[in-house]
């Protein structure tokens, strides 16, 4: 059996990379947009990517240099890019006799590396950086897969990944929902997700709303889609609770996990295209729903006894890096 800190670990390494890389490609992508679009409405774009991020925009003017220094480069802020980074990192740190010595050696490197990559940003243009996070995260995705044993550790590693997929695209997807259908701004989606060499030969190149939603929610190939990435947390999970029963009972993660699955897997297209903001808000919610209950269920840490000038006391003890 596998320590619950080293599961929790392995859980949230694989949220934090997958948080990282989503991040550098929807920002790098909305960069590009905002300086190949100098007549635009600079401020409120910059509002909307920060506010699609998860982020509060302050009342000072907002520009380019302002958003890649804030969800890039500041570390002294958890949710930027590299405060994930760092937390990814520390995660690691904590868990190094279950993951390869490559898997430690990538996040560590990648991690010094910031530095280096936000001057030659600031020289060149955040693309730089932006670049570097998705390339360390692409290599750490496949040491992960060439180096660590594909037991339980590898189970949590791709769980969490999976889970945080599919928040991250539910993102991108809620921030163009009220475009007209034939919109640039698909393709912008697209590319953020990778997607759009693979969209182009499935669908012949016709770029509009209805074709995107229905590939990144629903094909059953595309890795990134939705469905996609919500089959393999499924899969994923149903591998860690081993729980036998002869009326199908299972978990609250399970069950919320088919529960979302099945429901896109039956869904029809065109009702989805309908009511796509209530179903995005929903898998959100889902998301959160189930990585609270894997915490619950597989992280459940005994509080801690410690010493005071009253004598033992109870102290829960928390994560310092979720």
């Keep these: 059996m596998m320590l619950a800190r080293n599961a929790d670990s392995l859980f949230w390494i694989g949220r934090y990379v997958e948080r990282a890389d989503d991040m550098a490609r929807i920002l790098d992508v909305s960069v590009q947009q905002l300086l190949e679009d100098p007549t635009g409405d600079t401020d409120r774009m910059v509002r909307h990517v920060l506010s ?138 697209l590319t953020a997700v990778g997607a759009q060499d693979t969209y182009v030969r499935a669908y012949r190149g016709a770029v509009n709303a209805e074709n995107v939603i229905e590939f990144l929610v629903l094909d059953r190939l595309f890795p990134r889609s939705i469905f996609n990435a919500l089959r393999t947390a499924e899969v994923n999970l149903a591998e860690l609770d081993r729980r036998p029963d002869r009326v199908g009972a299972q978990s609250e993660a399970m069950t919320l996990l088919g529960r979302a699955r099945s429901g896109l897997e039956f869904i029809d297209p065109a009702a989805l295209i309908d009511d796509l903001m209530p179903k995005l808000l929903e898998l959100q919610a889902s998301c959160r729903a189930v990585s609270e209950c894997i915490a619950e269920e597989h992280f459940h840490v005994e509080p801690w006894l410690s010493w005071t000038d009253t004598g033992l006391v109870n102290n829960p003890e928390e994560g310092v890096f979720r």
């Design 52 to 189: 699609v991020l998860g982020f509060i925009p302050d009342d000072t003017p907002q520009s380019v240099w302002t958003l890649a220094d804030r969800v890039a480069y500041d570390r002294t802020d958890p949710a930027s890019i590299a405060g994930i980074v760092y937390a990814a990192r520390e995660n690691a740190r904590g868990a190094r006799e279950v993951i390869s010595s490559e898997m430690w050696e990538c996040l560590n490197a990648t991690y010094q590396g910031l530095g280096e990559a936000e001057r030659r940003a600031r020289r060149l243009g955040p693309h730089a950086f932006l670049s570097y996070v998705k390339e360390r995260a692409a290599m750490f995705a496949g040491l992960a897969d060439a180096t660590l044993s594909h037991d339980d550790g590898y189970s949590y590693l791709l769980l969490g990944r999976s889970i945080e997929r599919v928040d991250m695209l539910v993102r991108m997807l809620l921030s163009p929902s009220g475009e007209r259908n034939n919109s640039p701004t698909w393709m912008s989606v």
